[in-house]
């Protein structure tokens, strides 16, 4: 998993050296880039489909396809206790609908990993980690996969973003059948090769992939992998068919 390649004491200097913007642009790891293109899917998702943030953390993605698109349901999926009260009270505001359940491989519960360190999301985890860097506080959580909640709120999305950390390839053991039925556009995060290669393989004939180079570019690139400790996020899209027409609206989003 990619860490950013600048030192702690080089990156206190530089915040107090540059332009907030530019500290922002080229010495962390925001995700400017990917939001300027889900606000630009958001805009042109019907009312009749939905918009999905999954691994919401505090509800950034949410909020921007709600500025976007004032119509469409607008779904947040965020476990962790510790963003529940934000969360909430965002998405009551903003008319968005706040779920507590985590997406996963099954249906059930499972328990959650609350990072310490450095103000990380969570993730789901199949056991304890070791190692003094992730201690951690665990608790349970609710868990259903992707086609059992789709199904059984009779949801269907057009557009979905996923940043689940390291529990990646098990959420994508439950999305065969929205990804076939729906063909949804995806922003992904991919941390390592393993997800990436979880990630093509979960992918519906017809579907195309390009990084999301957070500075300003979308790259066609092979295989699906981060290649930069800045830029993790691919977008994902079939080709033909889908609520959302991607590459007629290409041009508009790389002009």
């Known amino acids: 998993m990619p860490g ?8 206190k200097v530089l915040r107090r050296l540059l332009p907030a913007d530019t500290y922002r642009r080229y010495a962390t790891r925001h995700e400017d880039e990917s939001l300027r293109i889900w606000a630009r899917l958001s805009e042109a998702v019907p009312t009749s489909r939905a918009i999905l943030d999954i691994g919401a953390f505090q509800g950034e993605f949410a909020l921007v396809a709600r500025r976007s698109n004032r119509k469409a349901p607008v779904y947040a999926f965020e ?8 969360l909430a009270n965002v998405s009551k505001e903003a008319g968005i609908v706040f779920v507590t359940e985590a997406i996963g491989a099954e249906n059930g519960t499972a328990q959650f990993l609350r990072h310490q360190k450095g103000g990380q999301a969570g993730q789901l985890v199949a056991h304890h980690p070791r190692g003094e860097d992730v201690a951690a506080e665990m608790y349970e959580v609710q868990v259903t996969t992707l086609d059992t909640w789709t199904q059984r709120e009779g ?6 973003k996923i940043d ?3 529990a990646l390839p098990a959420l994508l053991q439950g999305v065969s059948e929205t990804f076939r039925k729906d063909q949804p556009v995806v922003i992904c995060e991919v941390l390592n090769g393993e997800a990436g290669q979880a990630l093509e393989a979960a992918l519906p004939d017809g579907y195309a992939a390009r990084y999301v180079n957070e ?3 979308l790259e066609r690139r092979s295989p699906i ?9 691919w977008l994902l899209y079939p080709e033909r068919g889908g609520a959302l027409d991607v590459p007629s609206i290409l041009p508009s989003i790389l002009a």
């Open 4 to 11: 950013n390649s600048i030192p702690r004491p080089a990156r």
């Open 79 to 86: 476990p962790a206790q510790e963003h529940a009260a934000h």
């Open 155 to 160: 949801v269907r999305p057009a557009l979905v």
């Open 164 to 166: 689940v950390e390291m």
């Open 215 to 217: 500075l300003g570019r």
């Open 225 to 233: 992998q981060p290649y930069s400790w800045r830029s993790r996020n």
